[in-house]
C-alpha cells in the first residue's frame, strides 16, 4: 500500500493517470476518507493525474494525538507534495478539505493552479458546537454521532432512494479512529480565515449545496464567494457531500471550471477527431480536401470535434455509442461503418456495439437495427474480437 512519512506522520494516499498530466489534489471531509472521492475518479482520471489521500486521523493514515490544525493539516499536503515530487497542483477540497484548502491558497498560492472549496466555510460555527460533538466522541465513541453524520451528509430524499450509498459512508465514520476525529474537530473549531480571504488570488470554485444545512450558502458559501476576488460559485441541489449526492453535476462542474481556457476549438478538435478515428483517416481526408471542401472540413474539425467531442462531460466511449445510434436511426451507413471501424479499434467491444443496436430497435425501428446489426458484424469479423487498443482508451 503507498504510504509517506510526513511530518513525523504516516500518510495514505493513492495516486492514478498519466505522470505527465496535470496534478488534481482531492481531498476529502471530516469523517470520511480518500474512497469519498470514488464517484468522480473515473472521470477525472482521464484528464488529470489524481492525488487523493486520508487526512491524519482517519482511513489508512496515522492518528497523531491532541488537537490538529488546519496549520498542520495543510502542512501534511504540502510534505505529501513534496515527498512525490509534484511541483504545482489544484486542489479541491470539501468540508474539511476545503478549509486545508483555503489555508493553502492564502500561505502557499505558488503551489496552486486552481481552487475548489466545495460545501465549506472560511468559519465552521460556534465553537461550543464543536465542543459538544467531542465531548459526544469522548463518552461515545463514533457511534454516538454517525447517524447524526449521515443526517447531515445527505438529504431525506437521498438516503430515501440511495440508502447504499449512505451506508457505506456511514461505515467509513464507525471506522474512523475517535482520536483523529476529534483532532480534526479542533482544528474545524479553531478555523477563522474570514479577515484573509482577499489574500486569495489563486482561481477559485465555490461550490455549494443548497439543502446543506452544515455549510450552506448564506454565511458560508456567499463568505467565499464575495471574500475571495472574482471566485466563481455553483450551486447544487444536495445536502453536505454534494459529490456524491450530484455526482455528475459536481463532476461536471468542475471540468467545466478547470477546462476554462483550454485550447481553441480548431486545435483542440483537430487532436480529438484524431485520437477518435485515427491518424490514417484523418490524413487521408486532410490530404483529399480541395479548396472546395476544405471550410466544410474546418467547421466539422471546430464544432463537431472540437466544440463538442472535446468537451469533458462525457467519455469518449458514450459519445461515440450515442453519434453510433443517431446515425443508425437517420441511416447514415457509411459514417455508421466508419465509427464502428475505428471504435473496435479503440477500446469498442462487440457487447457495447450489441446493447447500442438493441436500444436502437426500441426506439429508431428494427430494420436499422437489422441494417446495423450487419454491418457491425462484417466489422467485428474483419477486427476479430480482441480490440488493438486497451478499454481504457475508449474512455
Not at 492525488?51 to 510534505?79: F, K, N, P, T
Amino acid at each position: 500500500m503507498p504510504f509517506a512519512a510526513v511530518n513525523q506522520t504516516r500518510l495514505f494516499y493513492r495516486i492514478e493517470g498519466h505522470e505527465h498530466a496535470p496534478v488534481l489534489v482531492l481531498s476529502h471531509s471530516i469523517g470520511t476518507d480518500h474512497s469519498m472521492w470514488d464517484l468522480q475518479s473515473r472521470d477525472l482520471v482521464r484528464h488529470f493525474r489524481l492525488l487523493r489521500y486520508d487526512s491524519r486521523g482517519h482511513g489508512a493514515s496515522d492518528v497523531a494525538s491532541g488537537d490538529y490544525s488546519i496549520e498542520q493539516l495543510a502542512g501534511d499536503v504540502i510534505g505529501l507534495t513534496e515527498v512525490l515530487k509534484i511541483r504545482k497542483f489544484a486542489f479541491c477540497g470539501l468540508s474539511l478539505g476545503g478549509a486545508i484548502g483555503q489555508w493553502l491558497a492564502i500561505h502557499v498560492p505558488e503551489k496552486l493552479d486552481a481552487l475548489i472549496l466545495a460545501n465549506t466555510s472560511p468559519q465552521f460555527g460556534p465553537p461550543t458546537n464543536w465542543e459538544a460533538r467531542i465531548r459526544a466522541v469522548q463518552e461515545g465513541g463514533m457511534a454516538a454521532i454517525a447517524e447524526m453524520s449521515v443526517q447531515r451528509f445527505f438529504s431525506p430524499e437521498f438516503l430515501t432512494q440511495n440508502g447504499e450509498y449512505a451506508a457505506s459512508v456511514k461505515s467509513v465514520v464507525l471506522g474512523t479512529d475517535p482520536a483523529g476525529y476529534i483532532g480534526c474537530c479542533a482544528a474545524l473549531r479553531d478555523f477563522d480565515v474570514r479577515p484573509q480571504l482577499p489574500k486569495i488570488k489563486t482561481r477559485t470554485l465555490v461550490i455549494v449545496g443548497d439543502r446543506d444545512i452544515s455549510t450552506p450558502w448564506e454565511g458560508h458559501g456567499e463568505v467565499l464567494a464575495q471574500g475571495i476576488a472574482d471566485a466563481e460559485a455553483v450551486r447544487l441541489p444536495a445536502a453536505h457531500l454534494s459529490n456524491i449526492e450530484r455526482p455528475r453535476s459536481f463532476t461536471a462542474a468542475l471540468l467545466g471550471f478547470l477546462y476554462a481556457g483550454e485550447p481553441e476549438p480548431l486545435r483542440a478538435g483537430s487532436e480529438m477527431r484524431r485520437r477518435v478515428l485515427g491518424d490514417a483517416y484523418v490524413d487521408q481526408a486532410n490530404a483529399s480536401a480541395s479548396e472546395f471542401t476544405k471550410e466544410f472540413q474546418d467547421l466539422i474539425t471546430r464544432y463537431a470535434w472540437g466544440a463538442v467531442w472535446a468537451r469533458p462531460g462525457l467519455e469518449k466511449r458514450t459519445r461515440r455509442l450515442l453519434a453510433l445510434s443517431s446515425m443508425a436511426a437517420l441511416g447514415r451507413w457509411e459514417e455508421f461503418r466508419l465509427q464502428i471501424s475505428t471504435g473496435l479499434a479503440r477500446g469498442l467491444e462487440p457487447c457495447d456495439i450489441k446493447e447500442m443496436l438493441l436500444q436502437t430497435a426500441i426506439y429508431a425501428g428494427v430494420p436499422a437495427a437489422n441494417t446495423g446489426f450487419r454491418i457491425a458484424a462484417e466489422e467485428i469479423e474483419k477486427h476479430g474480437s480482441v480490440n488493438a487498443a486497451p478499454a481504457g482508451e475508449a474512455s
